[in-house]
């Protein structure tokens, strides 16, 4: 769950345009954030903890000329969410400096660190990309389709080096990254959501296995690995992660959404007054699962959109009041049989506490619809979902999930639902963590902080 974004635009303020972007892929990490631009093959960074609006101002992004930059906002999902680890990471090596932002889990990351040892200083995944490409003593272009050829897991990977900006991604393509063009100066990023917010046109999906190459001589494209049985797009990008107006492999996330509640409320009606989604991520399902029902649709709880990982603490009295940090029910939703609709649930604790706050607000039925199928295990490709044993799905049925949750009653949309939604082949998708099927070798264990003690 991280951002990237990259552009080479000589005679642009490159800082400013990538700090846009970022602003853009803020959903997909809040703890830290970072540019780095290459001016004339000399490599300057900055990140630090924190969102895209508090790490940068404009004295801090004056300081960052170049003709290329990168960018990268983080959630931690292989090491600890400290500034170390907030990229883009600047590795110096032998043969040459790199920068570089990552978005993805490697699997092999152990063994890879193994081999590099003393010459890594982060404790996350990401720096032995950096590392790899930096002691090889090859060009840029075979150094960086080395390092790919290298990697197990998922990896959308953007880089500064050698004055030239390349950018690639995993042979399974599990994360999105997309090439646009800004005039004719390219640009590269994990949504087109960032394209479109700073005025670049989408020019096409970056392949799974391929790597790109900008500097003077223009855009190359090298296709390092074959795509691996039509990629594995992760599936809960569609009905979770992504933004609503972001097209991933051409199909718009809303419209996914709004498709996925349609089906569910096909699969799994309910008898009911009202429609509330569990903002904001469960309103796309919601208008879809009212369209197809007819049953209308509130706005029924309030969400506090400004609620941030890194708020002041409530005292622990407050703290029991939990949930009503980030939701209020509406009075509405008095006396009314009510369907509640999210994308997902996890560990259930959320849904628990929503459940119990409308039946106090004197709802008289509570019908949960989730727009996705039971998560069931954990994902090993950059999505920090909870380990098996948290996860209310794994090894409990619908109706024990029910009881738990205290709905009056409780609905998955299907997998082939799901499928359908996305109108992209099953072929083209992971969905390990609704299958317990793995597109790749995963490792036995899986601690996001397992190298903090080298570190
Ligand atoms: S395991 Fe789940 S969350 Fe992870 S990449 Fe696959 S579909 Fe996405």
């Known amino acids: 769950m991280c951002g990237v974004f990259g552009i080479r635009a000589p005679g642009r303020d490159v800082a400013r345009l990538s700090y846009f972007g970022l602003y853009a892929l803020q959903h997909r990490g809040q703890e830290s954030a970072g540019i780095a631009v290459s001016d004339d093959g000399r490599l300057t960074g900055l990140r630090d903890l924190g969102l895209v609006t508090q790490v940068f101002d404009e004295k801090k992004l004056s300081g960052l000329r170049g003709e290329l930059a990168i960018g990268h906002t983080r959630y931690s999902t292989t090491g600890s969410n400290g500034w170390l680890n ?27 660190r193994a081999e590099l040892g003393a010459r ?96 003077a001589d223009g855009v190359r494209s090298v296709q390092v690995l074959d795509r691996a049985d039509g990629g594995a797009l992760c599936i809960f990008e569609f009905f979770y992660l992504a933004r609503p107006d972001t097209r991933l492999d051409g199909v718009e996330v ?70 009503r940090m980030k939701f209020n029910p509406l009075a509405e939703v008095a006396g009314k049989r009510l369907v509640i609709v999210d994308d997902s649930i996890v560990r259930g604790s959320t849904t628990r506490q929503i459940v119990q706050m409308l039946f106090d607000a004197g709802a008289a039925e509570v019908h949960v619809r989730v727009s996705s199928p039971p998560v069931v295990s954990p994902c ?70 397992r190298f903090e003690a080298v570190g």
């Open 86 to 112: 907030a990229q883009p990471l600047i590795h110096h090596g032998p043969v040459r400096t790199v920068a570089l932002g990552h978005n993805g889990n490697l699997t092999n990351a152990d063994a890879l």
């Open 254 to 323: 809303h419209g996914a959404r709004v498709r996925m509640g349609e089906r569910l409320a096909e699969e799994a009606p309910a008898v009911a007054d009202l429609v509330l989604p569990i903002p904001d991520s469960g309103t796309p399902a919601a208008i879809g699962f009212s369209r197809a029902s007819g049953i209308p649709f509130s706005e029924g709880l309030i969400k506090n959109r400004y609620v941030h990982r890194t708020f002041i603490h409530p005292e622990q009295g407050m703290r029991e009041q939990g949930i």
């Open 380 to 449: 090993y490709y950059g999505i920090d979902l909870a380990s098996e044993e948290e996860m209310i799905a794994a090894g409990n049925s619908v109706e024990d999930v029910r009881r738990a949750i205290g709905a009056t009653s409780l609905a998955y949309l299907s997998l082939e639902g799901l499928q359908a939604s996305t109108l992209r082949p099953a072929t083209a998708l992971c969905r390990a963590c609704l299958t317990r099927e793995y597109p790749t070798r995963v490792p036995d264990a899986t601690s996001k902080l």
């Open 120 to 215: 890594l200083t982060s404790t996350s995944d990401s720096e032995v990309v950096a590392a790899l490409i930096a002691c090889d003593d090859r060009g840029l272009e075979d150094a960086a389709a080395s390092a790919l050829e290298r990697l197990e897991g998922a990896a959308s990977v953007v880089g500064l080096a050698d004055g030239q900006l390349f950018a690639f991604r995993d042979a399974h393509g599990f994360r999105p990254l997309v090439l646009g063009r800004l005039g004719d100066d390219p640009v590269v990023a994990s949504e087109t959501c960032a394209l479109d917010l700073v005025g670049a046109a989408y020019e096409r999906d970056i392949e799974p296995g391929e790597l790109v190459i900008a500097d």
